[in-house]
């Protein structure tokens, strides 16, 4: 039909949908050679299948074609749905950056992870969240590669990455912004500090006390007590704080109910910042004395740690990590995107409290219970606290140790078995009791749940909790493993690893000035103790840090750092660490 020749393609499309809508027989024959014609192109996909699927060798970018620049980006993330941020080779299981790099891929701005030079300032660990994690990679640029970067051109726009990224990652993870940064710079090495906050309700606590503890962070210490050791990867426990304090979230609320303990660092040990804080919550509860950090900070009163439970992790957030000269870019339709998710996710918080609380409201103002049950309840407590003092008492601990409502219960009647005298009655029990004194006309014992919890607060000490047990000075609890012990149980690649670090301490001490002969067991040991910024330095990994510390954003001019400087790109003196800085960068992870 030669007639068909001069049709256009919509012409033809239109033809077709003509003839299928005529009768049946033209509507299978259409859809049977459609068929045809999709399994012969290839695996039955059409082209937007292919477009869309990342592992498409035909849908992959040639990256040689396109200009790419190095971008540090900040990333936001609620670390509770998440096993960690960094990703774990071979488990299967989501992470922060497991997602990250699938929204990258699927966007082509990069063609894999290893060969896009990824660094990133710290990872946190399951259940932990970020505001500021910042991550550093080369990705695909919009901006031609014929075109050269000048005060000319200084008008061309990027893309959107925060807006493009946002809109394939889950709502938990959220690119907040930005930057083009020096091609040396590190997300790890060119930090100067990161900031945690660990929110927590007031309720009865001594955040003066707290705070008065907090002051015995700041500096430099050893704090092998107040973190989980990690012996085959990090050899040196000496980090410096540099503040470290209890305040109210919004500090001009005088009703404000929710504090923080914000502490910041060039670097923090494994789970250092949930020890340190589980300490302080024991201080805040008038546990222990504020001391009691000092004392953990020195290894002639403490030569291993006690044992204690670190606090929860969902609190804790990454809120910053502080570069020298970095500066991050935001597009108007990305914060506007961003503003609309974050009051979203207010509103729903706001709602599940409001939830909460109204169901405590109905339990106070509604629920009601026998006299008889809660002077059982009441003696059941006491026979408990009674029952914990004596057991504590025959093993040396104070009795100060317990309180004073346990004191006060050891002297309660007991039987036999140490138990106390009085038995829990069944609510069948209560319910007869009042039928029979509502028949003799008496008044019944009911009581508010309100009046029972004042009366078991004011006469026990006691709160609603999920641990009621007495606490257990920590001067007097079992002490684990030091340092020295468990390294003489390392065995296999774990003992390798510490063997690697001790050689790279030593081969570092000995080098003394002559940054040569450091060369790059600097940058690897720098993984260890030096990114610490307390342990022992030569010469050349101090060049190394404040080579790195100066990097950061460039802006479209090329070439200038944004504090006005030029780039220090080929730096003689630190020509070697810098060549083998990205090979060790994840090395070891302990801040």
Same mark, same amino acid.
């Given at each position: ?402 309180? *004073? =409502?346990? %004191? +006060? @219960? !050891?002297?309660?009647?007991? $039987?036999?078995?140490?138990? #106390?005298?009085?038995? /829990? ?8 009791? *009042? =039928?029979? %004194? +509502? @028949? !003799?006309?008496?008044?019944? $014992?009911?009581?508010?749940? #309100?009046?029972?919890? /004042? ?13 009621? @047990? ?122």
């Amino acid at each position: 039909m030669e007639e068909t020749n001069t049709l256009t393609r919509d012409q033809l499309l239109k033809l077709v949908q003509k003839l299928a809508a005529s009768n049946d027989a033209n509507k299978e024959l259409i859809t049977q050679e459609s068929q045809k014609i999709v399994n012969a192109s290839g695996d039955g996909k059409s082209k937007s299948d292919k477009r869309g699927n990342p592992n498409s060798k035909k849908s992959r970018f040639d990256m040689s074609k396109f200009r790419q620049r190095h971008i540090a980006f900040q990333i936001q993330y609620d670390g509770r749905k998440f096993f960690g941020f960094a990703a774990q080779d071979g488990s299967g299981v989501d992470t922060v950056e497991n997602f990250f790099f699938q929204a990258l891929e699927r966007l082509n701005l990069i063609s894999d992870r290893k060969t896009c030079g990824y660094s990133r300032c710290g990872r946190t660990d399951r259940g932990v969240s970020a505001l500021g994690q910042i991550v550093a990679l080369k990705v695909r640029s919009s901006i031609p590669t014929n075109v050269e970067l000048t005060d000319d051109n200084a008008e061309l726009r990027e893309m959107d990455y925060c807006t493009m990224l946002n809109r394939c990652l889950p709502e938990e993870i959220r690119v907040l912004g930005w930057t083009a940064v020096t091609d040396e710079f590190s997300s790890r090495f060119s930090a100067s500090n990161r900031r945690y906050r660990y929110f927590f309700v007031r309720r009865n606590l001594d955040v003066a006390a707290m705070q008065q503890a907090c002051q015995y962070l700041l500096g430099s210490h050893d704090f092998r007590n107040l973190c989980k050791l990690d012996v085959a990867n990090v050899s040196n426990f000496v980090r410096e704080i540099y503040s470290a304090e209890i305040k109210p979230f919004r500090i001009h609320d005088e009703h404000e109910v929710v504090y923080m303990l914000e502490i910041c660092g060039i670097a923090f040990l494994w789970h250092m910042v949930r020890c340190i804080m589980a300490v302080l919550f024991l201080v805040g509860e008038g546990k222990e004395s504020p001391e009691i950090v000092r004392d953990l900070l020195d290894l002639t009163v403490y030569a291993s740690k006690p044992s204690y439970m670190m606090a929860d992790d969902a609190p804790l957030v990454l809120h910053e990590c502080a570069f020298d000269h970095l500066t991050l870019h935001h597009s108007v339709r990305s914060l506007w995107e961003l503003t609309s998710h974050y009051r979203l996710l207010q509103d729903r918080h706001a709602v599940a409290m409001a939830q909460a609380f109204n169901a405590l409201q109905h339990l106070e103002a509604s629920c009601v219970v026998s006299r008889t049950d809660l002077n059982a309840f009441k003696e059941e407590l006491r026979g408990k606290q009674a029952r914990v003092a004596k057991r504590l008492e025959s093993k040396g601990i104070q009795k100060t140790a317990v309180g *004073a =409502a346990a %004191a +006060a @219960a !050891a002297s309660a009647p007991t $039987d036999g078995d140490g138990a #106390t005298v009085g038995k /829990k009655r069944s609510f069948a029990d209560m319910e007869t009791d *009042a =039928a029979v %004194a +509502a @028949a !003799a006309g008496v008044e019944s $014992d009911r009581v508010s749940w #309100t009046q029972a919890l /004042k009366e078991i607060q004011s006469e026990l000490s006691l709160h609603p909790s999920p641990d009621t @047990a007495p606490h257990v000075p920590l001067s007097q609890r079992k002490r684990e493993e030091s340092y020295e012990e468990r390294v003489k149980t390392l065995v296999g690649q774990k003992k390798n690893r510490f063997e690697r670090h001790v050689q790279l301490r030593s081969v570092a001490d000995g080098a003394g000035n002559d940054a040569a002969a450091a060369g790059e067991d600097d940058a690897a040991l720098a993984e260890d103790i030096d990114v610490g910024g307390a342990g022992p330095q030569s010469a050349s990994t101090k060049a190394f840090f404040a080579h790195m510390r100066q990097q950061g954003s460039i802006t479209l001019l090329g070439g200038y750092a944004v504090h006005g400087g030029p780039s220090t790109s080929g730096s003689a003196a630190t020509e070697t660490t810098l060549a083998t800085a990205a090979a060790t960068a994840t090395a070891m992870d302990d801040i």
